[in-house]
């Protein structure tokens, strides 16, 4: 049960995160485009947030990977 509970509060943040980079961070970054300034923050923020997502990603798959190997409760 609380690996379940685990792999789904992962899931629920990279959701999250998934949502924030795309109405947060990808509009942010176009409009920082157009002018110039701070494009390399709002591409390093973007960075960080996607490999954050990754990390994220990866860690549900072994999550899951682990719920498949061992044996459910009698």
Same mark, same amino acid.
């Given at each position: ?14 959701? &999250? ?13 176009? $409009?920082?485009? $157009?002018? $110039? ?7 390093? &923020? ?5 490999? &954050?997502?990754? &990390? ?19």
């Amino acid at each position: 049960g609380k690996l379940l509970v685990f792999k789904l509060l992962l899931f629920a943040v990279m959701v &999250t995160l998934a949502a924030l980079n795309r109405f947060r961070h990808v509009p942010s970054l176009g $409009g920082v485009i $157009g002018s $110039g300034d701070g494009v390399a923050a709002a591409i390093a &923020t973007l960075r960080r947030s996607i490999r &954050t997502e990754l &990390t994220l990603g990866v860690l549900v798959l072994a999550t899951v990977a682990v719920l498949g190997a061992i044996e459910p409760a009698s």
